[in-house]
């Protein structure tokens, strides 16, 4: 798993290379956004408050900043 560009402004890249279930939460454990990553890995996180963030794929954390 390979994540791009972090700080984040708009859309998050993930490499993966087949679909998989993620989830984003924040350094408190809520739970922000869900979902399904397609096989061209990307999430839309716009809507997001700044802050840093874990992106949970399967039993791996990827740890981004949204800016």
């Not at 700044?50 to 791996?60: F, P, T």
């Amino acid at each position: 798993r390979v994540l791009f560009r972090s700080p984040v402004e708009y859309v998050l890249h993930v490499s993966l290379g087949s679909a998989a279930a993620y989830q984003i939460l924040d350094m408190q454990g809520r739970s922000w956004l869900s979902g399904n990553l397609n096989t061209d890995g990307t999430i839309e996180i716009a809507h997001l408050p700044q802050g840093v963030y874990l992106l949970r794929i399967g039993e791996g954390n990827l740890r981004f900043i949204k800016s």
